[in-house]
């Protein structure tokens, strides 16, 4: 299981979303349920050549809405989840986190073609392997 589908899948567990309607993770199909929750990977830093088992990947969490209360308190329920998670796994048997931290506070995007509010939060993460 990747890292991406492991937060989409505790996401989900804490009520965030269901899997393939409103929460998805690599990819946002066109017909998802508004608002929807989307976990993508990002570009992480260079691996450090001298701690190989530890990786640090990025991952983004994107949130489409139709309107803006919604979409940011959703983004606020998603920081409480994830920021500061320190050596745990998300899922049964998942991976093991050493941690996960937000990058910034997140926020508003934009207002897209389709007037839907946007909005996106980057995170860093350490996994143990």
Same mark, same amino acid.
Request: net charge negative; no cysteine; charged share 20%.
């Given at each position: 299981?990747?890292?991406?589908?492991?937060?989409?899948?505790?996401?989900?567990?804490?009520?965030?979303?269901?899997?393939? =309607?409103?929460?998805?993770?690599?990819?946002?199909?066109?017909?998802?349920?508004?608002?929807?929750?989307?976990?993508?990977? =990002?570009?992480?830093?260079?691996?450090?050549?001298?701690?190989?088992?530890?990786?640090?990947? =990025?991952?983004?969490?994107?949130?489409?809405?139709?309107?803006?209360? =919604?979409?940011?308190?959703?983004?606020?329920?998603?920081?409480?989840?994830?920021?500061?998670?320190?050596?745990?796994?998300?899922?049964?048997?998942?991976?093991?986190?050493?941690?996960?931290?937000?990058?910034?506070?997140?926020?508003?995007?934009?207002?897209?073609?389709?007037?839907?509010?946007?909005?996106?939060?980057?995170?860093?993460?350490?996994?143990?392997?």
């Amino acid at each position: 299981m990747s890292m991406i589908s492991e937060i989409a899948e505790y996401l989900a567990g804490q009520g965030v979303g269901t899997e393939g =309607t409103n929460l998805f993770h690599a990819y946002l199909p066109d017909n998802a349920t508004l608002p929807v929750v989307l976990v993508r990977d =990002t570009q992480g830093p260079t691996p450090d050549p001298y701690i190989p088992d530890i990786r640090t990947p =990025t991952f983004q969490i994107f949130i489409r809405s139709a309107d803006y209360d =919604t979409g940011n308190s959703k983004l606020s329920t998603i920081r409480g989840l994830l920021q500061r998670k320190l050596m745990t796994t998300l899922v049964d048997s998942g991976i093991l986190f050493r941690k996960i931290v937000a990058n910034s506070e997140g926020g508003y995007l934009e207002k897209n073609e389709s007037g839907q509010h946007e909005f996106s939060m980057n995170f860093s993460a350490e996994i143990v392997e």
